[in-house]
T-cell receptor
């Protein structure tokens, strides 16, 4: 596997379910990100982890809970979501958070539908 | 209020002609800009970047122009090819405070064969 992978690619869940999104990067990067993309809206940064430490939480509701056990893996735990949380969730990685000229490499995303 | 705007949601161009995608920003502290391309069912892929110390950066068929006084950047694709059909996002960030990128809503480019 190369680049950034995400599983599952599609997820349908009820409002009372608990599920997790998984992201893995094979690029040797130190920073990992979760983004949300809703229809007709720009990508919104949710969380940033740098060297496994959370450095940014962009005022995300607590029903989204990130976990970064190591620099290669990132999870997004979901519980009691709302229908308006339906969106494409993208994971990304980069060499380091805040590095000048540091572009981010994105995974294919998880299309989440909350019923 | 959106700090990065892509005012054209879509653009159609004939194959072989120039495609010009535009992006405006409001924050004068932004000093680094990226363009990403996104195909359906794939994540965005990095295309080209520009720092505020430059006004132009070129990579093959892709050139990005930055006009700091107008807070405007544009991506030129010459010549356009059908494989360039995708959604293009611009993103911007500053180099102090938070380093997060602010993305535009994207422009869907269709290159007609």
């Amino acid at each position: 596997e190369t680049g950034v992978t995400q599983t599952p690619r599609h997820l349908v869940m009820g409002m009372t379910n608990k599920k997790s999104l998984k992201c893995e990067q094979h690029l040797g990067h130190n920073a990992m990100y979760w983004y949300k993309q809703s229809a007709k809206k720009p990508l919104e940064l949710m969380f940033v982890y740098n060297f496994k430490e959370q450095t940014e939480n962009n005022s995300v509701p607590s029903r989204f809970s990130p976990e970064c056990p190591n620099s290669s893996h990132l999870f997004l735990h979901l519980h009691t979501l709302q229908p308006e949380d339906s969106a494409l969730y993208l994971c990304a990685s980069s060499q380091d958070w805040g590095l000048a000229g540091d572009e981010q490499f994105f995974g294919p995303g998880t299309r989440l539908t909350v019923l | 209020d959106q700090q990065v705007k892509q005012n054209s949601p879509s653009l159609s161009v004939q194959e072989g002609r120039i495609s010009i995608l535009n992006c405006d920003y409001t924050n004068s502290m932004f000093d680094y800009f990226l363009w990403y391309k996104k195909y359906p069912a794939e994540g965005p892929t990095f295309l080209i970047s520009i720092s505020s110390i430059k006004d132009k950066n070129e990579d093959g068929r892709f050139t990005v122009f930055l006009n700091k006084s107008a807070k405007h950047l544009s991506l030129h694709i010459v010549p356009s090819q059908p494989g360039d059909s995708a959604v293009y996002f611009c993103a911007a960030r500053g180099s102090s405070g938070t380093y997060k990128y602010i993305f535009g809503t994207g422009t869907r480019l269709k290159v007609l064969a």
